[in-house]
């Protein structure tokens, strides 16, 4: 089934227009992308690993990708999380702790604090064929050895401080 995105201008402002996924984006021209870190109370995050046949095929990172046709990036990011993962997760769960413009997208980031069990992750056979807990060493380490996705931005880095405190001191940094 062909996947249309709205089409915003450069100050984030929706246009009339839409550009079906696969075709080249013209310049000046953007659509909503998510981000959604996973981060439990042992201090972790989860990863996905990337299907073989996608772009950076069996490369890890975090939940995403792009808002359909009407969606805002909340309304993406659930549908994204319950589709890739099998996560249902409440909008008041979403934390949105970034936002910035990249070259043909605007880019929204959420984190999620959770604690899933194992089985209640269900991959989406299409997009990722594993799934992994990391912690900061582990996530250095895999950033080391190149196993993650170029354009993911290290969480314990960026995100993890812009959490409101009482959830980081509540899932133990």
Sequence with gaps: MA???????ADRIKTQRVHLR???IEDGDYHLVVNIWIYNSRGEVLLTQRHPDIPFGLKWACTGGSAIQGEDTLTAAMRETREEIGLQ???QKMILVAQERRLHSFLDTFVVCCDPKDEEIVMQPEEVVGFCWVNEA???KM????LLHPA???FFEVYRSKLPKALIHK???
Excluded: F, M, T, V
């Design 171 to 173: 899932k133990g940094r």
């Design 89 to 91: 997760i409440p909008p």
């Design 152 to 154: 993911l931005k290290n």
């Design 138 to 140: 582990g996530y250095r």
């Design 143 to 146: 950033e080391q050895k190149e």
């Design 3 to 9: 996947e249309y995105w709205d089409i915003y201008d």
């Design 22 to 24: 696969g075709e080249p």
